[in-house]
């Protein structure tokens, strides 16, 4: 990327970017903007979140702030190391940078027991011992006001005492809570009186057993925001709701700094499947090699396939940010990775379905031929490739008694071979079977005053043979988690890997894991960072050359 001699191009707005141009011109903060990204380390980071990551690093950079990264890890159950590291992995290889400023929620269970502490001494909290049946009749619905708990009025000095002997393990897990003492009358369900803590004996990764006392998300987070001096803190759609108790923890405090909540709507794909626990379920039931099987739309996934980071960040950015619910085509993304692999990728030749042809004028030929690593980056330079009297080339592009417009190779047909002249083809053989199994031609030089229509690819003798893998979506509908009576599993693609043996080009023998090609006339392919060897290279399919949808409605056309 070259920023230094070329003008961005003007960015489209949208409203989370607004409302921090408004905020700086209004003076707020002190001009600062600082965001953050916090993810629950209970699963690997998936494209929504790679949304998510755009924005929060996207407009700290954009406004000279800064983005923390932070472990949401407040709920023991489900989070692990594994995560935390898988998730530093994934926004660093997406291209953001933390700097100094990486947190763990848990590291502020102290702090936030001495908020709780705080509130209660100011007759803001009480610790409640409704069990959670009892609460949800007590509670009432959104057009009905609730009823007050009757451990509502409690004194401080009561509440203190209980919430002590909570956090001591004095009580069973379940049993006591600790509540915000708001508005049982609220129309805002989440304004009537929230829990704060509940007891919970489960290890946490991070602070063992030290605690069995746990803070609800809602108490948590703006208390994090809070701690850290985060100005804008962005979020999906659905915590919209939770803003008033949002708020309403932030006035408790006192902040130099005031955190305000903005909500976008979540980025939504077809032929996908996003929430972290049906993502865990896949991987747990074992319908996906994994969370980094590239038919998963993790980060992860999607570097495995071969998707560059530029070609997500270039996704996030076209699809923008609003306020309302979409779905988004997995098709944008695909061209987006297309648009970057075609700048990008060195270009190679591989055969997926050989056939084998001999030369017959052998003494003509030269030893190897020159050819251009990428017409669309000129620095990427040249390779040499051997040539001689033996060569596969694909058994779809020869036909014994070819169709009207067929312009490649059959009886008696010439066509061009990429980098290495022309094949006039002379005989062919068949096996027992009828199939044709060899075909012998005549070879010209590149120079050759030949009028062909056709040029095809090719391998030279002797040229590795690579295991490829050949991704379909995983699923076969739009939305497999639409339907009320069938689970999402049940959508599954069954050929959504189809894993075949391909002849490749030598100089792909020793391709570096992760480095992706464009396999002239066949696709984009990335070399497996996990499976391949240079005895056996394994290459992923990326994406196809070309939009299947444009290329069926090119079909229909004609
Ligand atoms: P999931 O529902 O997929 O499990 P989550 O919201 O529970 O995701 P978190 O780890 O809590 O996952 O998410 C971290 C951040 O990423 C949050 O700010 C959340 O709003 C954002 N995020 C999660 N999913 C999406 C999405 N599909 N599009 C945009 N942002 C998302
Ligand atoms: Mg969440």
């Known amino acids: 990327m070259n920023s230094e001699s070329q003008p961005a191009p003007a960015k489209p707005s949208h409203f989370i970017r607004d409302i921090i141009v408004a905020d700086l011109a209004a003076g707020k903060n ?16 998936h494209i929504g979140h790679a949304k998510a990551i755009c924005l929060d690093f996207g407009m700290a950079a954009e406004f000279g702030g800064r983005c923390h990264l932070r472990m949401d890890d407040t709920n023991p159950a489900k989070e692990n190391m594994e995560y935390v590291e898988s998730i530093m992995t994934d926004v660093r ?48 619905v959104p057009t009905r006001p609730g009823r007050e708990s009757p451990f509502r009025n409690r004194t401080p000095e009561e509440n203190l005492d209980l919430f002590h002997r909570m956090r001591k393990g004095e009580f069973e897990d379940g049993t006591l ?25 489960e290890h946490h990764y991070r602070t063992g057993d030290a605690w069995c006392i746990y803070p609800m998300y809602d108490f948590a987070h703006p208390l994090e925001d809070a701690f850290e001096g985060v100005t804008h803190s962005l979020c999906t759609l659905e915590f919209e709701v939770h803003r008033p108790l949002y708020d309403w923890v932030i006035d408790q405090l ?33 319908l996906v090699s994994g969370w980094d099987d590239p038919r998963m739309p993790t980060v992860s996934g999607m570097r495995r396939r071969g998707y560059p ?13 609003t306020k309302y619910e979409s779905l988004t085509d997995v098709a944008l993304l695909e061209h987006c990775v297309r648009d970057v692999l075609n700048r990008t990728a060195e270009r190679r030749m591989a055969v997926m379905k050989p056939l084998r042809v001999t030369i017959e004028n052998a003494a003509e030929l030269p030893a190897s031929v020159r050819a251009v690593n990428n017409p669309e980056d000129p620095a990427a330079g040249e390779r040499t490739i051997p040539f001689g009297p033996e060569l596969f080339i694909e ?41 044709v199994e060899h075909i012998t ?58 894993e075949t043996t391909a002849l490749i080009e030598p100089s792909l023998r020793n391709a570096p894991a992760g480095g992706s090609y464009q396999f002239e006339r066949i696709g984009y392919f990335t070399a497996d960072s996990k499976d391949g060897s240079p005895e056996r290279p394994v290459f992923n399919r990326t994406v196809t050359l070309k939009d299947a949808g444009a290329k069926n409605a090119a079909a229909k056309q004609a």
């Open 177 to 201: 809570c600790l509540r915000a003492k708001i508005d049982m009358a609220s129309p805002n369900i989440h304004l009537r009186d929230p829990v704060l803590y509940r007891i919970m004996r």
């Open 441 to 498: 031609c005549r070879w010209a030089p590149s120079e050759t005053e030949m009028k062909v229509k056709g040029t095809i690819h090719w391998v030279p003798a002797g040229s590795p043979a690579a295991t490829v893998r050949l991704y379909d979506r995983l699923f076969t509908v739009e939305e497999p988690d639409a339907s009320e009576e069938r689970p999402f599993q049940d959508f599954i693609n069954p050929a959504s890997l189809l």
């Open 254 to 286: 006192d902040v130099a700094v005031r955190p305000r909540q903005h909500e976008f709507a979540r980025l939504n794909l077809t032929y996908t499947v996003m929430s972290k626990r049906k993502l865990l379920q896949m991987v747990n039931d074992g």
């Open 309 to 321: 980071p530029e070609a997500i960040r270039q996704f996030c950015e076209l699809i923008g940010i």
């Open 93 to 140: 290889w997406l291209g953001f940078d933390w700097g100094d400023h990486f947190y763990f929620s848990a590291d502020y269970f102290e702090r936030m027991y001495a908020v709780a502490v705080d509130l209660i001494k100011r007759g803001k909290a009480y610790v409640c011992e409704l069990t959670s049946e009892q609460w949800k009749e007590y509670r009432g």
């Open 30 to 45: 002190g001009g600062r903007v600082v965001t953050r990204f916090p993810p629950e380390p209970n699963g690997y980071l």
């Open 395 to 435: 058994h779809d592009d020869f036909m014994v008694d070819p169709p009207p417009k067929y312009f490649r190779l059959g009886p008696g047909r010439s066509v061009r071979i990429r980098y290495a002249g022309f094949l006039t083809c002379t005989g062919y053989a068949c096996d027992a079977s009828g199939r």
